[in-house]
């Protein structure tokens, strides 16, 4: 096995990588499009199915990654709520 030679620039690059895997994580877990599909005790198929779009898109919000507003529109209506509600599901960073 051959030695690493920079043990200190390997442990950095490994923790940093790791902690934005947590942060990832603890997002995905803390989502609220995720949290309120799942009160209403809907799969991501069902919801994509009621909203019009794909389960991957579905997939993709839940994860925390951006979308259209008329995206946001079809999932806040298939959840059953209203547009002004969009803040408690959607933050724009």
């Known amino acids: ?21 947590q942060n990832k994580e603890f997002f995905m877990n803390n989502n609220p499009v995720r949290k309120f599909r799942e009160s209403l005790l ?31 529109r079809k999932v806040l209506l298939a959840l059953g709520l209203k547009l002004s509600d969009k803040d408690k599901l959607f933050r724009d960073y």
């Not at 690493?4 to 902690?19: A, G, Q």
């Not at 198929?45 to 991957?56: D, F, I, Q, T, Y």
């Open 1 to 21: 096995m051959l030695p690493i030679r920079n043990k200190k620039i390997f442990y950095m690059s490994y923790t940093k990588n790791h902690r934005v895997f």
């Open 42 to 72: 809907l799969s991501k198929a069902e919801l994509a199915r009621k909203a019009g779009l794909s389960p991957l898109t579905i997939d993709r919000i839940e994860k925390g990654k951006g979308c259209r507003p008329e995206t946001k």
